[in-house]
T-cell receptor
Framework: LAKTTQPISMDSYEGQEVNITCSHN???????ITWYQQFPSQGPRFIIQ???TKVTNEVASLFIPADRKSSTLSLPRVSLSDTAVYYC???????????FGQGTILTVHP | GAVVSQHPSWVICKSGTSVKIECRSL??????MFWYRQFPKQSLMLMAT?????????EQGVEKDKFLINHASLTLSTLTVTSAHPEDSSFYIC?????????????FGPGTRLTVL
């Protein structure tokens, strides 16, 4: 399973755009990239998933360069409620097994 | 859609007792369910993969005789912590996998907080 590397923590302010980059140099050809959000004492919540280029949904965008060795989660106009841990994972295709890295603690300030 | 529930949401037990945690996929059938453990301020650690109708596959370092997993139906998997001790106190999270097109989507339950006194 591909290992991921993310910043341990990030700080932002309400209304700003936040970009969290994840590196996954050993990503396999059939691996997808998935981002989850986790609040304290809750299970992770799916944010977005992609394979290549750009994916956008109602809460976030995911940018994946052509070599797929990294990806960037973009959260537009964050609010205080976006303070959470964000995990980048690769894999989970034919087998479904996911390995969580350390995650990024995002703190949004007023 | 794609809701996963866990029961109980929290449990406190005495050392030496066994505790059962249920994981249910409420609106889809999950051929595969996963069990994770998360200690405070740490990431989720995969404990085992549970496939309906077959024995669970445990990750290295996880005692299969201590953490009994049963996946009796396509919507229910149970984790039993046998002879629990204080060091087993943790946040246990399950997830259920649903195949969508060519990709498996994984949905997580809300977690169960286990405290062993």
């Amino acid at each position: 399973l591909a290992k991921t590397t993310q910043p341990i923590s990030m700080d932002s302010y309400e209304g700003q755009e936040v970009n969290i980059t994840c590196s996954h140099n050993n990503i396999a050809t059939n691996d997808y990239i998935t981002w989850y959000q986790q609040f304290p004492s809750q299970g992770p919540r799916f944010i977005i998933q992609g394979y290549k280029t750009k994916v956008t949904n109602e809460v976030a965008s995911l940018f994946i360069p052509a070599d797929r060795k990294s990806s960037t989660l973009s959260l537009p106009r964050v609010s205080l409620s976006d303070t959470a841990v964000y995990y980048c994972l690769v894999g989970g295709t034919s087998y479904g097994k996911l390995t969580f890295g350390q995650g990024t603690i995002l703190t949004v300030h007023p | 859609g794609a809701v996963v529930s866990q029961h109980p949401s929290w449990v406190i037990c005495k050392s030496g007792t066994s505790v059962k945690i249920e994981c249910r996929s409420l609106d889809f059938q999950a051929t595969t369910m996963f069990w994770y453990r998360q200690f405070p301020k740490q990431s989720l650690m995969l404990m085992a993969t549970s496939n309906e109708g077959s024995k669970a596959t445990y990750e290295q370092g996880v005692e299969k005789d201590k953490f009994l997993i049963n996946h009796a139906s396509l919507t229910l998997s149970t984790l039993t912590v046998t002879s629990a001790h204080p060091e087993d106190s943790s946040f246990y999270i399950c997830s259920a996998s649903r195949r969508e097109g060519g990709n498996n989507e994984q949905f997580f339950g809300p977690g169960t907080r286990l405290t062993v006194l």
